[in-house]
């Protein structure tokens, strides 16, 4: 079972930018690809990023293409979100998860991942 651990989030300007960690425990990394999902108040926990086991593949939603990037750091056991160009809708709770490697991935799908981190709030003021 691997533990997962965000931080890094805080409370920015609009157009401020953000690097989000989540520093895995328990088991190595490169055996799970990785996600980034978020969860505004009184919404549903939506996807944001995702990255493949290796790096190799990265997905976003089209609301943060441009401006987020996830990227991970095997050796460390860590997967990053840079978030610059900040807006107000990006207000939220961020989570990391795992979905372990050796099964079809949908990265899209809170559902399919099977572990979780406990969040970092990320506020944009206006």
């Known amino acids: 079972q691997v533990h997962l651990v965000e931080s890094g989030g805080g409370l920015v300007q609009t157009g401020g930018s953000l690097r989000l960690s989540c520093a895995a425990s328990?088991?190595?990394?490169?055996?799970?690809?990785m996600g980034w999902f978020r969860q505004a108040p009184g919404t549903e926990r939506k996807f944001v990023a995702a990255?493949?086991?290796?790096?190799?593949?990265?997905y976003y939603t089209d609301s943060v293409k441009g401006r987020f990037a996830i990227s991970r750091d095997n050796a460390k056991n860590t997967v990053y979100l840079q978030m610059d160009s900040l807006k107000p809708e990006d207000t939220a709770v961020y989570y990391c998860?795992?979905?372990?490697?050796?099964?079809?991935?949908?990265?899209?799908?809170?559902?399919?991942?099977?572990?979780w981190g406990q969040g970092t709030q990320v506020t944009v003021s206006s």
């Open positions: 990255i493949g086991w290796n790096g190799g593949s990265t």
């Open positions: 328990g088991h190595t990394l490169s055996n799970y690809n």
């Open positions: 998860a795992a979905d372990p490697v050796g099964t079809m991935w949908f990265y899209e799908e809170r559902g399919r991942y099977d572990y």
